[in-house]
């Protein structure tokens, strides 16, 4: 009879579904407007901006999105790979190397988001929240002849956010 790690093959599966997932759901997502003006979509497999219904997509961060995207399946595979070897010499690099992966990527990607609101803040002065609801005004530098200008705006981390949260507590329980 084989000897199988339980745990670490389905944190593998979780990791593949979580990819699968993350390609069509954002992670974290900002609507400005009511009716909606412009979104941002961001997980860190598939980043998209949308204004007035035009999506956007910067080259650069598609390619990052597309790495990331190998690197968490490289990693689901190996714990799948690990949770049917467990035995073997090489087994502790093949789980070293696959249990991180999704615990970067959720390092990161808290990194990214909360780095992007608070440039945005520092660089235009839209003061968009990270998550709920608020309003963001045009800065008074910005308006012209006191001119007030303020938007309703939305921020949210969507479910699967809290499903890469899961999927790292099995990635950090299985090593």
């Given at each position: 009879?084989?000897?199988?790690n339980?745990?670490?093959?389905?944190?593998?599966?979780?990791?593949?579904?979580?990819?699968?997932?993350?390609?069509?759901?954002?992670?974290?997502?900002?609507?400005?407007?009511?009716?909606?003006?412009?979104?941002?979509?961001?997980?860190?497999?598939?980043?998209?901006?949308?204004?007035?219904?035009?999506?956007?997509?910067?080259?650069?961060?598609?390619a990052?999105?597309?790495?990331?995207?190998?690197?968490?399946?490289?990693?689901?595979?190996?714990?799948?790979?690990?949770?049917?070897?467990?035995t073997?010499?090489?087994?502790?690099?093949?789980?070293?190397?696959?249990?991180?992966?999704?615990l970067?990527?959720?390092?990161?990607?808290?990194?990214?988001?909360?780095?992007?609101?608070?440039?945005?803040?520092?660089?235009?002065?839209?003061?968009?929240?990270?998550?709920?609801?608020?309003?963001?005004?045009?800065?008074?530098?910005?308006?012209?002849?006191g001119?007030?200008?303020?938007?309703?705006?939305?921020?949210?981390?969507?479910?699967?956010?809290?499903?890469?949260?899961?999927?790292?507590?099995?990635?950090?329980?299985?090593?």
């Open positions: 009879m084989r000897k199988i339980p745990l670490a093959l389905a944190t593998g599966v979780t990791t593949l579904v979580l990819i699968a997932v993350s390609y069509f759901v954002p992670w974290w997502q900002l609507t400005v407007g009511n009716p909606t003006l412009a979104t941002v979509n961001f997980s860190p497999l598939n980043m998209n901006f949308a204004i007035f219904n035009n999506v956007m997509t910067i080259p650069l961060i598609y990052l999105n597309i790495s990331c995207l190998l690197t968490l399946l490289a990693g689901g595979l190996i714990l799948i790979i690990y949770s049917v070897v467990p073997k010499p090489y087994a502790s690099k093949l789980l070293g190397y696959g249990y991180k992966q999704p970067l990527a959720l390092i990161l990607f808290v990194i990214e988001v909360v780095g992007l609101t608070l440039s945005v803040k520092a660089f235009t002065g839209f003061d968009f929240p990270l998550i709920g609801a608020g309003t963001v005004g045009l800065p008074a530098g910005l308006a012209p002849a001119i007030s200008i303020r938007v309703n705006t939305s921020a949210a981390f969507l479910w699967p956010f809290y499903l890469a949260i899961a999927v790292t507590v099995l990635c950090v329980a299985t090593r």
